[in-house]
């Protein structure tokens, strides 16, 4: 449960999960159509030393699962549904749509 604070400062507790996980095995497991908000950082493919993620891959292996996450987070966002994704720059930006907007 995750305290929640309205416009008349009444607090509340609303039922909410954090899952940290494989992002594309993870969503598969939520059914279609019942999360409320997205918010994502995914890695920039720019070389960044994460754990256990390489985030230096050609671009068709990036935009590719670029495009098997953002097929997930589309499937399981209610259709009133938000979606926040953070990119790094404006050319990853023009990247990212590029190679992912055509297909989902």
Do not use: H
């Not at 994502?40 to 960044?48: A, I, M, R």
């Not at 953002?70 to 009133?80: D, F, M, S, T």
């Amino acid at each position: 449960m995750v305290r929640e604070i309205n416009e008349d400062d009444e607090t509340y507790e609303v039922p909410a999960f954090v899952r940290t996980m494989n992002c594309v095995q993870g969503m598969k497991k939520i059914p279609t159509g019942s999360v409320d908000v997205v918010v994502t950082s995914p890695p920039y493919n720019l070389g960044k030393k994460y754990g256990k993620y390489m985030d230096r891959r050609d671009q068709k292996e990036y935009l590719n699962w670029c495009q098997q996450w953002a097929i997930q987070v589309r499937r399981v966002l209610k259709e009133n549904g938000s979606f926040f994704l953070n990119l790094g720059s404006r050319n990853m930006a023009n990247t990212w749509t590029a190679g992912i907007k055509r297909n989902i």
